[in-house]
């Protein structure tokens, strides 16, 4: 696994505010969010740790196709936990897709901050079907 650097402590309150950016479907919100070099890694994807995007130009295009592909995507935390430079959530997701096909999700959310910006966003999912 890579080494991800460690830093100053970040605040529920960030977390917070960027849980309500997923819940408002905000993704000018979402993507300030993240540092320049920021990550999101999707749980779904080839490679061990799902799908990786890279910068604000790359995560900007996945959320904003995630939410023109489900107009009715929500997340819910559930619960919210800070240590230092990192920030987990457990979060309830519904969607239907353009196609009919409902989800419904429980995951994790594991953050790696630099000061109050997302370094990494590391998304861990319960597999339904």
Do not use: C
């Not at 830093?7 to 309150?13: A, Y």
């Not at 061990?48 to 009715?72: M, N, P, Q």
């Not at 196609?99 to 997302?118: H, P």
């Amino acid at each position: 696994m890579d080494h991800i650097e460690t830093g100053e402590p970040v605040s529920l309150e960030t977390i917070r505010r960027i849980g309500a950016a997923f819940a408002n479907r905000d993704v000018d919100g979402i993507v300030d969010s993240f540092a320049e070099d920021g990550e999101f890694r999707n749980a779904k994807g080839p490679d061990i740790w799902g799908k990786s995007y890279k910068g604000k130009g790359e995560i900007r295009k996945f959320f904003t196709g995630l939410f023109a592909g489900s107009a009715d995507i929500k997340w819910r935390h559930t619960a919210e936990y800070v240590i230092g430079n990192r920030g987990i959530t457990e979060w309830h997701r519904t969607a239907t897709l353009s196609n009919g096909e409902k989800q419904e999700w429980l995951g994790v959310d594991i953050y790696t901050f630099r000061g109050q910006k997302i370094l990494r966003k590391d998304t861990y999912i319960k597999v339904v079907g």
